[in-house]
């Protein structure tokens, strides 16, 4: 199991910026991409901003330009850094980390997830 442990939210004005943290212990050895995901009251969560270890980096269309997703491979951390915020993007925010188990007879893969962090942008 990978535990994951976001830090960095709380209520910012719009305009403003935000950055957000999350760190991953446990069995980190299997994670292959980390990535933010975020669910707005009364809407469906969608992923915003995703980083693979290779580097591979991919973002909804609505943070695009505005978010910037990095990570500390060896200290297994990503962060999101959150700027030019507007009321449009208060939600829960949430890590998570993909992970793939290859054993004798098949593959396992997982996304593990973070117990999320309130992001309130309002004046």
């Known amino acids: 199991q990978v535990q994951l442990v976001e830090t960095g939210g709380g209520k910012v004005q719009p305009g403003g910026s935000l950055r957000l943290s999350c760190a991953a212990s446990?069995?980190?050895?299997?994670?292959?991409?980390m990535a933010w995901y975020r669910q707005a009251p009364g809407k469906q969560r969608e992923l915003i901003a995703r980083k693979t270890n290779s580097g591979i980096t991919s973002y909804a269309d609505s943070v695009k330009g505005r978010f910037t997703i990095s990570r500390d491979n060896a200290k297994n951390t990503v962060s999101l850094q959150m700027d030019n915020l507007n009321p449009a993007d208060t939600a829960v925010y949430y890590c998570?980390?993909?992970?793939?188990?290859?054993?004798?007879?098949?593959?396992?893969?997982?996304?593990?997830w973070g117990q999320g962090t309130q992001v309130p942008v309002s004046a």
């Open positions: 998570t980390a993909a992970t793939v188990r290859v054993l004798a007879t098949r593959v396992d893969r997982d996304l593990h």
């Open positions: 446990g069995s980190i050895g299997g994670i292959y991409a």
